[in-house]
């Protein structure tokens, strides 16, 4: 691995020219993490615009390493044809490839196949299947140890954003679509919010105060969480 030690090297010492030129190097010998790498740098280029962004190379760099199954590459593909990168924009390619990285349980390709199926993007719309994907990237996370005490809200651990944004979502169809408000999913609900407000996500914190107002008929509690998503 001495060529990811270099090109870390020339990483921090902001030089991507020879960054790509050892990626490139480890690429011809077949390195799905190499080639990989190579696709996200043409994807999004570099801060100093020394290397711009290509779509065509950042494509085909992540088709070499989704050949080795490579799962964030699947992932990558899908966002390239979700958001018609050098491409037509084709919601059922990108819901292939994103299905595919979803086998490797990928939280942003979770994410995005609830998205598709919930606005129904080059389909036909499905709550069930959306609430699935959601569900799952929701339950896919690095969190240790979260807890509420006395208004002071306490997260011992980064959480993936794609975690705590499916959260509020599920919150948010189980408080506004009525043919998924049984008991058990209005519990559901205040736990999906509270993951979500515990990460200061805004939305999450709305739709809490959303909650408490109209649900519980706690006005205090729902000015406390409004006031934090303002």
């Known amino acids: 691995y001495a060529w990811a030690k270099r090109t870390y090297f020339y990483i921090i010492e902001k ?4 960054a790509i030129k050892h990626y490139e ?6 390195n799905m993490i190499a080639q990989f790498k190579l696709g996200k740098l043409y994807l999004e280029g570099t801060k100093d615009n020394i290397i711009t962004p290509n779509y065509n190379l950042s494509k085909k760099y992540f088709e070499e390493s989704a050949t080795s199954n490579y799962p964030d590459a699947f992932y990558y593909l899908g966002k390239i044809y979700y958001e018609g990168l050098g491409v037509e924009q084709n919601y059922k390619r990108a819901r292939e490839y994103f299905e595919y990285s979803a086998l490797y349980s990928n939280k942003k390709a979770l994410y995005y196949l609830g998205r598709i199926f919930e606005n129904g993007e080059g389909m036909s719309a499905s709550l069930s299947e959306a609430i699935g994907y959601y569900s799952r990237c929701a339950e896919s996370h690095d969190e240790i140890f979260v807890y509420y005490n006395q208004r002071e809200w306490t997260n011992e651990t980064r959480i993936n954003r794609y975690y705590y944004c499916s959260n ?10 009525k ?3 049984d ?6 609900c205040v736990n999906n919010l509270n993951i979500a407000a515990l990460n200061e996500y805004p939305h999450g914190q709305n739709n809490l105060g959303i909650y408490y107002e109209f649900w519980v ?13 303002s």
């Open 15 to 18: 030089n991507p020219q020879l």
């Open 25 to 30: 190097e480890a690429s011809s010998r077949f």
């Open 168 to 177: 509020n979502i599920l919150g948010s169809i189980y408080l506004t679509e």
């Open 179 to 181: 043919e998924f408000q």
């Open 183 to 188: 008991k058990e999913n209005i519990e559901k």
């Open 217 to 229: 008929n706690d006005i205090d509690k729902a000015k406390y969480f409004y006031s934090r998503a």
